[in-house]
DNA sequence: GGATCTATTTATAAATT
DNA sequence: TAATTTATAAATAGATC
């Protein structure tokens, strides 16, 4: 090398090492350079110094993300490209079942029925219109149970109302007011109802309230799907 | 370098070009172990050869992986960190998108309706209601435009055996057989109609065939989802 | 295809500016 | 601290085995 025989061991002297680093450096790029030149090879190469810094050579025609992952897949180190073929995989899949699904909505939504023979739209009518039965089971039943529990309400004011009028009576005897019964106090039992529309909607027979709301009643229930 | 200057170009003969790269492969991982020793530095060496084969060198106290991760860290071209992220939140909407699907698809075959309240279950009845009118209406469509075609194919061998049987009629004219009206060829009509069930379904009313195959007949048209 | 030899160039440690 | 010079070791192209 230069003025006499180096030992190859580790220069203690820091500004020395870090002298020596630069030159020794610049060397290497310049035979990885002539390697890449000369022998049409690709070269990656990253040089860490003792202080953290980062220093490196790339081939122009390549890049390390490149090299390093053809070095991974000749060395079966990569661990990577069986994970991320699986994810692209179940992406796929999982894009194809939600067409399906969408199809079978848009099915039985009454659209895209074209592709469907008499047999299939047979069974879909089928299957429709006993879904529209279970539907209907339940929205009785939920009105059925709102209705029962709004009886109990209506049972407790009517006893908490009979009560405090009791009380007022007992109080006040002196003013002989009559007793009233609750299911006479029309006017009460009107304001209650208005700010409670669901009272008199389940006093209408199915059918006619299906009228009431043709178009945007499903509206609400509909999903946003981005 | 050895017997006179070479000029840093692409060797063009493959076998030199091959030795050559033998000879200065050997000699740049030389310099990246001094580096390394000299400098305590960390080198990461990866060279492919043009035809295709790795070679490397890395510092003993590190590995490629270790080095190729701080490189990009330090150069912040770590591009796959978000892509993998991105990745993730694709797959869980498209998961959650599904199990909506599903659950819409659930609701609309009657099941799952708990949390469906009053106002919602009469907006999905109505528009089952109304789907169903749809697929009804497809399907009678259908089961029309078939019976047309079925008419025209009949007429067609009505007047293929007409034809034959004048044909006959007026070659053997001799044995004076009474003329045949394909209408009354009641035997034929039959045979034909066995072959084809069809021509008969058509004919019936469409809510008796409902009554016919009510359990599996939606099967055909499910969906297999995996 | 590689191993060795050799003439010459190249790299570089140390000195100098 | 960095660029330049210089003396010498190291690398290596081409030849030969």
Redesign the pocket.
């Known amino acids: 090398?230069?003025?006499?025989?180096?030992e190859?061991k580790k220069?203690e002297n820091i500004?020395?090492r870090?002298?020596?680093y630069s030159?020794?450096r610049?060397?290497?790029v310049?035979?990885a350079k002539?390697?890449t030149v000369?022998c049409d090879a690709e070269v990656s190469l990253l040089m860490v110094s003792s202080t953290g810094k980062i220093h490196e050579y790339i081939s122009p025609s390549s890049t390390h993300k490149n090299i390093y992952d053809r070095y991974q897949q000749a060395s079966g180190t990569n661990l990577w490209q069986p994970h991320y073929e699986r994810m692209q995989e179940t992406l796929q899949k999982l894009k194809e079942t939600n067409n399906k699904l969408r199809k079978e909505i848009r099915q039985r939504n009454g659209e895209d029925l074209d592709e469907l023979n008499f047999q299939q739209l047979r069974g879909l009518e089928q299957n429709m219109e006993k879904s529209v039965e279970c539907v209907r089971n339940r929205k009785f039943h939920v009105i059925t149970t709102s209705s029962d529990t709004l009886k109990k309400k209506m049972k407790n004011h009517e006893e908490t109302h009979n009560s405090l009028l009791r009380q007022f009576e007992e109080r006040d005897a002196d003013f002989r007011f009559p007793s009233l019964d609750f299911e006479g106090d029309y006017q009460s039992t009107i304001e209650f109802a208005n700010g409670n529309p669901q009272i008199f909607a389940f006093r209408l027979q199915p059918k006619l309230q299906s009228n009431l709301q043709d178009e945007e009643a499903y509206g609400s229930y509909g999903l946003s799907l981005a």
Chains 1, 2 share one sequence.
């Open positions: 090398m230069g003025r006499g025989k180096i190859i220069i500004t020395n870090q002298v020596t030159k020794r610049a060397g290497i310049k035979k002539e390697l000369l």
